[in-house]
Every structure is written in C-alpha cells, then in structure tokens.
C-alpha cells in the first residue's frame, strides 16, 4: 500500500483559503485513484474530491464545487488541495487516500464514486476549522 501524509490544515476565517498537500510513497501500479475526504464529528465521511494518475481526471462532491480544486505535482508525488470561500460548515478533519487499480477506468469509478471503503491507503489526517 501507499504511505500518504497530509499537512496545511489549521484556522480559518469564513471567506478565508487553505491549501492542503498530501504527500505520497509507493506507487506500484500503473493506475491511482487519489481522493480527499472529510468527516465532521457526528457525521459520515465524504469523499469531497478525486484525481486520476495518470490523466488528472478531476471530480468534486456538490459540496466544495466551485469552491475546491485538486491538483497534482508528479515531480514531488504530492496532490494538493486549494480550498476557496471556506465556509464554518468545511469545519472538519481531512484525509486524503489513495487506491491504485489495473486499468483507467476503475480508478476513473474510484473517484466518481469516492467510497470511502474502495480506498485501501489512507493518511492520519489534517484539522481544518472555519471559524470567526
């Protein structure tokens, strides 16, 4: 499996941005998904948004669309996070995970869908608050 490390989380005023990296070691298949998700005390994970490798098919939840861009630097194996317009209710903790896979299209499913259970590899996790 992948060993994934986050940072960039913190405090932010309503309004405000962030922008969140996820570091990511032992890629052995030819195919990723890699997903950021989220969960709120009290509430279920969401996976809020997804990026292929290769291709960078990018997909977000209604949630953060417009707000949130994901990104990728395979240089640094790092996936990114931008994080716009965050709002009290973006309050939670955010972990990125990642899932490889044989062929395009099932990681292409892997983030449309962005199961929480699909996703073998996951990072310890970042707190974002949103608060005045």
């Known amino acids: 499996q992948l060993q994934l490390v986050e940072s960039g989380g913190g405090l932010v005023q309503p309004g405000g941005s962030l922008r969140l990296s996820c570091a990511a070691a032992?890629?052995?298949?030819?195919?990723?998904?890699i997903g950021w998700f989220r969960q709120a005390p009290g509430k279920e994970r969401e996976g809020i948004s997804c990026?292929?490798?290769?291709?960078?098919?990018?997909y977000y939840a209604d949630s953060v669309q417009g707000r949130f861009t994901i990104s990728r630097d395979n240089a640094k194996n790092t996936v990114y996070l931008q994080m716009n317009s965050l709002k009290p209710e973006d309050t939670a903790v955010y972990y990125c995970?990642?899932?490889?896979?044989?062929?395009?299209?099932?990681?292409?499913?892997?983030?449309?869908?962005?199961?929480?259970?699909?996703?073998?590899?996951w990072g310890q996790g970042t707190q974002v608050t949103v608060s005045s």
């Open positions: 032992g890629f052995t298949l030819n195919y990723y998904a």
């Open positions: 995970a990642a899932e490889g896979g044989w062929f395009h299209s099932t990681v292409q499913s892997m983030c449309r869908s962005r199961r929480p259970t699909d996703f073998g590899s």
């Open positions: 990026i292929t490798s290769p291709g960078s098919n990018t």
